[in-house]
């Protein structure tokens, strides 16, 4: 039974950090790609960040380049999403998502395990 499991969201100012992480476990393939989502009220799950099965190759939604950095520790199942600086656009549920290949492109579709999300908000 997989299981994906996000936690570290929460309240935090403007200008703020906060580091998510998310862990996998139950996956029989060999090497998985994971992937950041998220969603605010009234708009479409949209792609944050997505790394390879190795870490070796991420990529980032332009609205978050430079600010936000992606990373995992595969001997710890783990994923993280270090966030800094902080803006109230970036408040919204955040999933992570696990796919059934070593890559994955930052669409949903590319993923096959979801968590139930983690919310963050950030106030102005």
């Known amino acids: 039974q997989v299981q994906v499991v996000e936690s570290g969201g929460g309240l935090v100012q403007a200008g703020g950090s906060l580091t998510l992480s998310c862990t996998a476990s139950?996956?029989?393939?060999?090497?998985?790609?994971m992937g950041w989502f998220r969603q605010a009220p009234g708009k479409e799950r949209e792609g944050v960040s997505c790394?390879?099965?190795?870490?070796?190759?991420?990529f980032y939604a332009a609205s978050v380049k430079g600010r936000f950095t992606i990373s995992r520790d595969n001997a710890k199942n783990t994923m993280y999403l270090r966030m800094n600086n902080l803006k109230p656009e970036d408040t919204a549920t955040y999933y992570c998502?696990?796919?059934?290949?070593?890559?994955?492109?930052?669409?949903?579709?590319?993923?096959?395990?979801w968590g139930l999300g983690t919310q963050v908000t950030v106030s102005s």
């Open positions: 139950g996956l029989t393939v060999d090497g998985y790609a």
């Open positions: 998502a696990a796919a059934g290949a070593r890559w994955a492109r930052l669409i949903p579709g590319d993923y096959s395990y």
């Open positions: 790394i390879s099965w190795t870490g070796s190759t991420t």
